[in-house]
Nanobody, 115 residues
Framework: VQLQASGGGLVQAGGSLGLSCTASVSVFTINAMGWYRQAPGKQRELVAA???????NYADSVKGLCTISRDNAKSTGYLQMNSLKPEDTGVYYC??????????WGQGTQVTVSS
């Protein structure tokens, strides 16, 4: 299983960014898809995830600021981040849980929010 993430980059505080993640397998073999982020010197943390049935789950820190969605036909998930803050800076990792319960990670994409 390979995950190809795109998006990210540098944005000013208050701006928006979108991330996408395409899996190399059928979406029907994926239980959940989401993003984690890791800030410098901190542990990796969940940002948002979405189940195969479309139920989203957000970290408290991003509720109301992020929207996660998925296109099952394309085996692709999307994360739209709005009103970004400098503390949102980090490496964002795409993550899936397969139907068999295995975890897979993408290569990570840098998001930098300048103040």
């Amino acid at each position: 299983v390979q995950l190809q993430a795109s998006g990210g980059g540098l944005v000013q505080a208050g701006g928006s960014l979108g991330l996408s993640c395409t899996a190399s397998v059928s979406v029907f073999t994926i239980n959940a898809m989401g993003w984690y982020r890791q800030a410098p010197g901190k542990q990796r943390e969940l940002v948002a995830a979405i189940t195969n049935g479309g139920s989203p789950n957000y970290a408290d820190s991003v509720k109301g600021l992020c929207t996660i969605s998925r296109d099952n036909a394309k085996s692709t998930g999307y994360l739209q981040m709005n009103s970004l803050k400098p503390e949102d800076t980090g490496v964002y990792y795409c993550h899936i849980v397969s139907a068999g319960g295995r975890d897979y990670w993408g290569q990570g994409t840098q998001v930098t929010v300048s103040s």
